[in-house]
């Protein structure tokens, strides 16, 4: 087993390889907390295997202001036509600071289970679309065409029993929370230049909701997954990069995949 700093690979990343049918998807969970560097493992991994698909969990929230899908539009509990800009931003802080975004009660698991059940099964699904800054469902759908990989990526994926059965490989980020933080501080820094409050609504959110909810919920999960990654943080150099991290081992999951797929 190889050890890095308090860190280590899973033991169970080393236990027999068992042999897939061909016609059913092998599935990856890629779990860990906020900002911890999922969606870029999930992109590494897309980049060896092309023809993999990427469901993110975020497009599965439970839209707390709104769900402008076809069959529920009649029902969307928002106007936006009838409000100014003014009031439609007030709305959307005043949601982002009063939700738990880092719970599993956030999450709508009937959809999502749905849509990975029809990708193992061989079958397309049109994909929700979530606006993770109004905090709506769109009325647009993806369609997501059925692959022989499907990598499932976001922060509480294996808090919900009947997704992670379904799932061939789980592999958590372990990343210390000062780097998940900075990483956090900075994009949201980046996405919202002018807002000269935006510091002060992030540090409240982390203190109240995210990091309880990351010691409560996320970091438990950890003890089912196959693989542990480290990440040891992003890029300091330049720009400060918060996409280039140090997270090594990727190869060690594209191995398993294909040993175990074929």
Same mark, same amino acid.
């Given at each position: 087993v190889k050890t890095y700093g308090k860190r280590l690979y899973s033991p169970l990343a080393l236990r027999p390889t068992q042999q897939?049918?061909?016609?059913?998807?092998?599935?990856?969970?890629?779990?860990?907390?906020?900002?911890?560097?999922?969606?870029?493992? &999930?992109?590494?991994?897309? &980049?060896? $295997?092309?023809? &993999?698909?990427? $469901?993110? @969990?975020?497009?599965?929230?439970k839209p707390?202001?709104?769900?402008?899908? +076809? +069959?529920?539009? &009649?029902?969307?509990?928002?106007?936006? %036509?009838?409000?100014t800009e003014d009031e439609q931003k007030l709305e959307i802080r005043d949601a982002? +600071?009063?939700?738990?975004?880092?719970s599993p009660d956030a999450i709508d698991w009937v $959809?999502?289970?749905?849509g990975v059940k029809a990708l193992v099964a061989g079958q397309p699904f049109n994909k929700p679309i979530y606006d993770d800054e109004t905090m709506i469902r769109t009325a647009r759908t993806e369609h997501v065409k059925p692959s022989s990989v499907v990598i499932i990526e976001g922060h509480l994926i294996f808090c919900n029993e009947e997704l992670m059965k379904m799932m061939d490989l789980k592999v958590f980020i372990d990343t210390d929370d000062d780097v998940r933080l900075s990483r956090r501080v900075l994009k949201m820094s980046r996405k919202h230049p002018n807002d000269?409050?935006? @510091?002060?609504?992030? @540090? %409240?959110?982390?203190e109240n909701y995210v990091k309880p909810s990351f010691e409560k919920f996320i970091?438990?999960?950890k003890k089912y997954a196959d693989i542990i990654l480290p990440n040891y943080g992003f890029s300091t150099e330049d720009k400060l990069d918060v996409d280039s991290m140090n997270i090594p081992a990727i190869d060690l999951i594209i191995k398993r995949v294909l040993s175990e797929q074929f």
């Open positions: 897939k049918s061909e016609s059913k998807p092998y599935v990856i969970g890629i779990c860990g907390g906020p900002s911890s560097g999922k969606s870029s493992v &999930a992109k590494f991994i897309k &980049a060896k $295997l092309p023809h &993999a698909v990427i $469901l993110n @969990l975020i497009h599965f929230y707390i202001r709104g769900n402008l899908r +076809r +069959r529920s539009r &009649a029902n969307s509990i928002i106007e936006e %036509q009838d409000k982002y +600071r009063n939700n738990d975004f880092d $959809l999502m289970n749905k000269s409050t935006f @510091l002060n609504d992030i @540090l %409240q959110k982390y970091e438990p999960t």
